[in-house]
């Protein structure tokens, strides 16, 4: 059962996005055991996790789906806790911060914060903006279901 647990937590990190089912496995502390046991081909043991990998997946994708169309906002809120929470597990065990890494990381955010706040003031170029429209319009499954016209199809933006 503890498997089938672990597995599907692995499934569900695959489908979220900025996580990987790399980092999941770190965090629950299978990583080693796993590189060891498949590099002698000892398989056995995954049979198991892999069943709960495919329904973390399928079952993962389906709910996440429906809280991204339902709560867009507060699902990806919970997403960044989720990432940020991955942080300290990853570096679980490893040094602490020594001044030179509290500076460059108290010197980078206000760095990425003032590089956002200046772009993000800036308005982009005609064709950047009808570009990116178009691509991201057109090309996502919301826009291809059967009776839905894309509105840049044609060439102009409406």
Known sequence: MRSLLQGFLIGLSIVLPGMSGGTVILILGLYEKS????SRLNLKPYI???LGVL?????????????????????????????????KALFRGRPTLNPARVFIV???????????????????SL????????????NNAASR???KRCPYRDGHVR
């Open 127 to 138: 064709a950047g903006t009808y570009c990116c429209r178009r691509a991201i319009h057109c």
């Open 145 to 147: 279901r059967p009776g």
């Open 35 to 38: 590189i060891r046991d498949l």
């Open 106 to 124: 108290l010197g980078g955010l206000p760095l990425g914060a003032g590089t956002r706040l200046y772009y993000g003031q800036k308005r982009s």
């Open 48 to 50: 198991i996790i892999g």
């Open 55 to 87: 329904v973390g997946i399928f079952a993962g994708g389906q709910v996440f789906a429906q809280l991204f169309i339902l709560y867009r906002d507060p699902t990806a809120a919970f997403f960044l806790g989720i990432i940020l929470a991955s942080i």
